[in-house]
């Protein structure tokens, strides 16, 4: 569901940018105050997982569309919806410099859609709530549904936004009514697969460490520190899935790409010729080492040609490892700065 730039007028790019700088801002200052000791550690490579799960598109079944795991909801169970925030921007920001993924003047809308409202809605309205009200004898039917219903309202506000922004915009061709027709039930079903998706990883976690949940109650046995053990885990987990399992991702197209096609006859509709649009796309073409997942010079595939499944490709694998690397490396290095402020801060109080 990453919007590209030719969706949105720069007026409405801009806005969101601007809404999206003062949330993370937010969140910004929630990390510094945030005492675990492993919360950097615990971000860093959870971004990198979900850089890598990102790139794993499932097929609809009976659609020919397909989708992919958002992964705010996963990381606020797991990090708090501020810390998981900042993680999702890092993530949608790389994937958009360094792999031409969603439009630079799209960047504050998608992080609005995919975790903005996951993030402070489907987990901090639903999900937390429901986590609580159901106590630590909730049973693992109860956490899926849980998990299942948080996930799917994240998907549908998401969807909605993205018709809401591009109705706002005015500088496509896409009906209101139609638009809503399509994005609404695929993205039902997506959310659902989705939801699935992080219900076992949820339920995993919470069987193995619930300790590592945000929102659980603590059990009494509790490990106060991440184990380094589930962290070189969690690292060969998102290599794995960023270097093999994305051969696997499903060819068809996403569900926004879907919605359009099916109206406009094109997956992405052509970019309207502004100033704006024109110097982010240059600037995208210029620092995209990695368009669409492949190396900038290698040759594109023949389109007339049924593309390959599984998708065995060096370049796609090389594209996913050096992605989570530097996802790793931006979230940890984001972290770390905010937690050294806030240091610095409760040093200098003591003085």
């Given amino acids: 569901m990453h919007m590209a730039d030719a969706l949105l007028s720069p007026a409405v790019g801009v806005t969101l940018w601007a809404g999206c700088a003062a949330v993370l801002a937010r969140c910004a200052r929630k990390v510094r105050s945030d005492g675990r000791e492993d919360l950097v550690a615990r971000m860093g490579v959870l971004g990198a997982f979900v850089f890598a799960a990102m790139m794993i598109n499932f097929t609809i079944p009976g659609t020919g569309s397909s989708g992919h795991i958002g992964g705010a909801l996963l990381l606020s169970v797991l990090l708090g919806p501020h810390a998981a925030l900042v993680v999702m921007a890092s993530v949608l920001t790389v994937q958009a410099l360094f792999f031409a993924d969603g439009g630079l003047l ?173 110097e982010l796309a240059d600037v995208q073409k210029r620092v995209a080492v990695f368009p669409d997942y492949r190396l900038a010079t290698a040759d594109a595939p023949n389109n007339a040609a049924a593309p390959a499944w599984p998708a065995v490709d060096a370049t796609t694998s090389l594209a996913g490892v050096v992605g989570g690397a530097a996802t790793l490396a931006l979230v940890s290095l984001l972290a770390y700065l905010m937690r050294r402020r806030s240091r610095r801060a409760v040093s200098g109080a003591e003085r």
Avoid: K
């Fill in 106 to 278: 799209a960047l504050g809308a998608n992080i609005v859609n995919v975790g903005v409202f996951p993030c402070f809605v489907g987990y901090a309205l639903i999900y937390r709530p429901l986590r609580r009200r159901a106590g630590s004898a909730a049973s693992r039917r109860q956490l899926v549904a849980i998990t299942v219903l948080s996930t799917v309202v994240g998907s549908q506000l998401g969807a909605l936004g993205v018709v809401l922004e591009t109705q706002l915009s005015g500088i496509s061709s896409l009906p209101l009514a139609s638009f809503l027709w399509l994005m609404q039930p695929i993205h039902l079903a997506i959310g659902l697969m989705e939801g699935l998706a992080t219900a076992a990883l949820v339920a995993f976690v919470h069987q193995a460490r619930p300790d590592l949940l945000a929102a659980e109650p603590s059990p009494a046995n509790a490990r106060p520190a991440l184990a380094t053990r589930w962290l070189a885990t969690t690292v060969v987990l998102a290599a794995l899935t960023a270097g093999v399992f994305s051969w696997f991702a499903s060819t068809q197209p996403d569900g926004l790409e879907w919605s359009i096609a099916r109206i406009a006859g094109a997956a992405v509709p052509t970019a309207p010729v502004t100033a704006l649009h024109r």
